[in-house]
């Protein structure tokens, strides 16, 4: 199946420095959500989105889905030591079935104190 | 308490083996998914299930077998056929609108 363009791959961080990565597709998305995993554990939703433009905040997470609804962006504020994990964005294309989702393969977040 | 529970979390495997990797829920969610993680890669789609009593093979089904005989439910099967089962492997549900999907705790697999 089709997998999601997520970058970066990698983020290497001091504490209290902002975070950006970004998710794009081919195809035009219904749906953009974004998950948190932390190692051996299940991924935690963080923010979905529903329509185009669309700016949602979740305590310091925002996280917006794109006008041309081929992206979505996540932005982390001032990154303390628990923002470490791999962060990976979901989404359903328009022409997709019901139910079916693509993923990105994730963006690890180090963050140094 | 809500959510979906899976187990065990972690399993050794025998070459040969069959094992079962257990999927419950208490979301009332209609659809289940199992996927597989490996490093470094999305998550891919093993199997779904929309409804009781049936279900979809997703990108990467073979050596894998599902039933789903009660809602709550949505049991994993990995084969002896499978010939690289070594992974993490996740369930999931999705909400009634089709757009949202929740994940459980994940299973280790271990082939030894």
């Known amino acids: 199946g089709q997998q999601l363009n997520q970058s970066p791959q990698s983020m290497f961080i001091q504490e209290g420095e902002d975070v950006s990565m970004n998710c794009t597709s081919s195809?035009?998305?219904?749906?953009w959500l974004w998950y948190k995993q932390d190692p051996g554990e299940g991924p935690v939703l963080l923010i979905a989105?529903?329509?185009?433009?669309e700016l949602t905040s979740n305590g310091r997470l925002t996280a917006q889905f794109g006008t041309t609804r081929k992206d979505s962006f996540l932005n982390i504020s001032a990154s303390i030591p628990s923002d470490v994990g791999i962060y990976f964005c979901a989404g359903r294309a328009r022409t997709d079935s019901w139910g079916k989702l693509q993923f990105g393969a994730g963006t690890q977040v180090v963050v140094t104190p | 308490d809500g959510g979906i529970t899976q187990s065990p979390k972690y399993l050794f495997r025998k070459e040969g083996q069959n094992v079962t990797l257990s999927c419950e829920q208490n979301?009332?969610?209609?659809?289940m998914y199992w996927y597989r993680q490996d490093p470094g890669q999305g998550l891919r789609l093993i199997y779904y299930?929309?409804?009781?009593?049936?279900?979809q093979k997703g990108d990467i089904a073979e050596g894998y077998s599902v039933s789903r005989e009660k809602k709550e439910s949505f049991p994993l099967t990995v084969t002896s056929a499978q010939k690289n089962p070594t992974a993490f492997y996740l369930c999931?549900?999705?909400?009634?609108?089709?757009?949202?999907?929740?994940f459980g705790e994940g299973s280790w697999l271990t082939v030894v």
């Open positions: 999931a549900s999705m909400e009634s609108s089709g757009n949202t999907i929740y």
């Open positions: 979301l009332n969610h209609d659809a």
């Open positions: 299930s929309q409804i009781v009593n049936d279900f």
């Open positions: 195809s035009i998305f219904n749906t």
């Open positions: 989105l529903y329509k185009a433009g």
